[in-house]
């Protein structure tokens, strides 16, 4: 399929306006995501109805804790991303294309198909999830665009490097999002994702701005991005910039693909990440990939009384009533927070 979002030059060469690599690709070559190609002048993407992932997840898994709690999420992807993260949790699928010299598996798949088998599987949502979603902007926005059609909502799970064209574009059919902020340095960013962070915090902004549910996520890697001044300037911008109604994840990192000669988070270390959330006034923080811990319950930030219970993705207990807490009346972020059907 031709692909959206470019523009050509100069001897059919060609500008991508999806991601904010902005990649220059001369003709028969593909940008830095390996699954958009420049065929005689015009942009194709590579991936386009081909799925390589689906399953039908808890919302929780994402993490959304603020998108219709205890609900179904209809979840796919294509093969490719536009980061090279050395941490990578799902680099067989990511990574494949960067990895396996182009190679680009997935089933054929028209949207269409998608839709129906996220009605038949009582789903509230369709998640854009597992690798990076902007590579597959195409499909993920035709299939969004039906997905609203039905009522059904529909969440992306990004490293947050689009453009401004490519939000702008998107946001009329996305209802919710959760956006990794990985670290809060540049060095971080190009040493270890291949890419910046000033791209990523401009398109929090404007995802925000734009009245999308978000959440933002950050795996605490030990010696990486888990100092104390690094994650004080991190919540500082959750806070100020985004709104301290921002729900924060910190979850724990487990050695993997490219990066494993570090040891996996310790407990300490994301209950004190935790506390820096909360003393920057967060009103949610989250600890994820600990169960059992307390940390993925949602507290009232008006008494403190606990209202979500959860262990793992599953929700054990919901007090919310219409969206505020019932003992404090304090207005809970979030769409659909006491499971009601809206």
């Given at each position: 399929?031709?692909?959206?979002?470019?523009?050509?030059?100069?001897?059919?060469?060609?500008?991508?306006?999806?991601?904010?690599h902005r990649c220059?690709?001369?003709?028969?070559?593909?940008?830095?995501?390996?699954?958009?190609?420049?065929?005689?002048?015009?942009?194709?993407?590579?991936?386009?109805?081909?799925?390589?992932?689906?399953?039908?997840d808890p919302i929780?898994?994402?993490?959304?804790?603020?998108?219709?709690?205890?609900?179904?999420?209809?979840?796919?992807?294509?093969?490719?991303?536009?980061?090279?993260?050395?941490?990578?949790?799902?680099?067989?699928?990511?990574?494949?294309?960067?990895?396996?010299?182009?190679?680009?598996?997935?089933?054929?798949?028209?949207?269409?198909?998608?839709?129906?088998?996220?009605?038949?599987?009582?789903?509230?949502?369709?998640?854009?999830?597992?690798?990076?979603?902007?590579?597959?902007?195409?499909?993920?926005?035709?299939?969004?665009?039906?997905?609203?059609?039905?009522?059904?909502?529909?969440?992306?799970?990004?490293?947050?490097?689009?453009?401004?064209?490519?939000?702008?574009?998107?946001?009329?059919?996305?209802?919710?999002?959760?956006?990794?902020?990985?670290?809060?340095?540049?060095?971080?960013?190009?040493?270890?994702?291949?890419?910046?962070?000033?791209?990523?915090?401009?398109?929090?902004?404007?995802?925000?701005?734009?009245?999308?549910?978000?959440?933002?996520?950050?795996?605490?890697?030990?010696?990486?991005?888990?100092?104390?001044?690094?994650?004080?300037?991190?919540?500082?911008?959750?806070?100020?910039?985004?709104?301290?109604?921002?729900?924060?994840?910190?979850?724990?990192?487990?050695?993997?693909?490219?990066?494993?000669?570090?040891?996996?988070?310790?407990?300490?270390?994301?209950?004190?990440?935790?506390?820096?959330?909360?003393?920057?006034?967060?009103?949610?923080?989250?600890?994820?990939?600990?169960?059992?811990?307390?940390?993925?319950?949602?507290?009232?930030?008006?008494?403190?009384?606990?209202?979500?219970?959860?262990?793992?993705?599953s929700v054990s207990?919901?007090?919310?009533?219409?969206?505020?807490?019932?003992?404090?009346?304090?207005?809970?972020?979030?769409?659909?927070?006491?499971?009601?059907?809206?």
């Amino acid at each position: 399929m031709e692909a959206y979002l470019y523009s050509v030059s100069d001897n059919n060469n060609i500008r991508c306006g999806l991601c904010s690599h902005r990649c220059k690709i001369r003709e028969g070559r593909r940008g830095i995501c390996n699954v958009r190609e420049n065929r005689n002048g015009r942009l194709y993407s590579l991936v386009y109805e081909k799925l390589i992932a689906r399953n039908v997840d808890p919302i929780e898994k994402k993490p959304l804790f603020h998108m219709l709690p205890g609900s179904l999420s209809y979840s796919i992807a294509t093969a490719g991303c536009n980061f090279r993260c050395r941490f990578c949790q799902n680099s067989d699928i990511a990574q494949m294309p960067s990895d396996r010299g182009g190679q680009i598996a997935g089933r054929r798949t028209a949207p269409e198909e998608i839709l129906a088998d996220a009605v038949r599987s009582g789903c509230k949502t369709i998640a854009y999830t597992y690798t990076e979603p902007t590579v597959y902007f195409e499909y993920a926005y035709e299939t969004a665009r039906l997905a609203r059609k039905k009522g059904i909502r529909n969440i992306f799970v990004s490293n947050g490097f689009m453009t401004r064209e490519c939000i702008d574009m998107l946001s009329p059919y996305l209802d919710g999002a959760n956006i990794d902020l990985k670290a809060f340095r540049d060095d971080f960013y190009k040493n270890y994702c291949g890419a910046r962070l000033e791209p990523v915090k401009e398109s929090l902004k404007l995802i925000k701005s734009k009245g999308i549910l978000l959440e933002v996520t950050t795996l605490l890697i030990p010696g990486l991005n888990d100092s104390t001044e690094e994650l004080e300037d991190l919540a500082g911008f959750i806070a100020n910039d985004l709104g301290k109604e921002t729900p924060w994840h910190i979850s724990r990192f487990h050695p993997t693909y490219r990066l494993t000669n570090r040891p996996s988070t310790p407990l300490k270390s994301l209950e004190r990440a935790r506390e820096i959330g909360i003393l920057a006034g967060l009103d949610y923080v989250y600890m994820g990939n600990v169960p059992g811990t307390g940390g993925e319950d949602t507290l009232c930030p008006g008494c403190g009384k606990t209202l979500i219970e959860r262990r793992g993705f599953s929700v054990s207990r919901n007090l919310v009533q219409k969206g505020v807490c019932p003992d404090c009346a304090a207005v809970i972020y979030g769409v659909g927070m006491s499971g009601e059907q809206i």
